[in-house]
Nanobody, 123 residues
Framework: QVPLVDSGGGSVQAGGSLRLSCAAS???????IGWFRQAPGKEREGVAS????????YYADSVKGRFVISQDNAKNTLYLQMNSLKPEDTAMYYC?????????????????WGQGTQVTVSS
């Protein structure tokens, strides 16, 4: 496994914004890269994913219209712009890369993972 490095988490009030970043320069060739999140007592949830070639995207229903996933291929960096944040968005967020299959958006298709970055949204 080759690790990814995610960052950009923090504490913000409801309605605020954060941008997460994931440095993927150390990862092998992949088909897509995305974000998962996990809150205490809850299962890990796929948030958004993007095809490295072509840019096709997927969003969980809970974040559609609020979050935007993007990539800078020249910098080998993935971003998640998080707007209109809600307390229920509070979780540890992980970037992850899939070498073969992107969808269905299941954890087991994403082989390479970052260490996680904490997002806390207060009301």
């Amino acid at each position: 496994q080759v690790p990814l490095v995610d960052s950009g988490g923090g504490s913000v009030q409801a309605g605020g914004s954060l941008r997460l970043s994931c440095a993927a320069s150390g990862a092998p060739s992949t088909v897509c890269i995305g974000w998962f999140r996990q809150a205490p007592g809850k299962e890990r949830e796929g948030v958004a994913s993007i095809l490295i070639e072509g840019g096709g995207t997927y969003y969980a229903d809970s974040v559609k219209g609020r979050f935007v996933i993007s990539q800078d291929n020249a910098k080998n960096t993935l971003y998640l712009q998080m707007n209109s944040l809600k307390p229920e968005d509070t979780a540890m967020y992980y970037c992850a890369a899939a070498p073969y299959v992107c969808w269905p958006f299941f954890e087991y298709n994403y082989y390479y993972w970052g260490q996680g970055t904490q997002v806390t949204v207060s009301s």
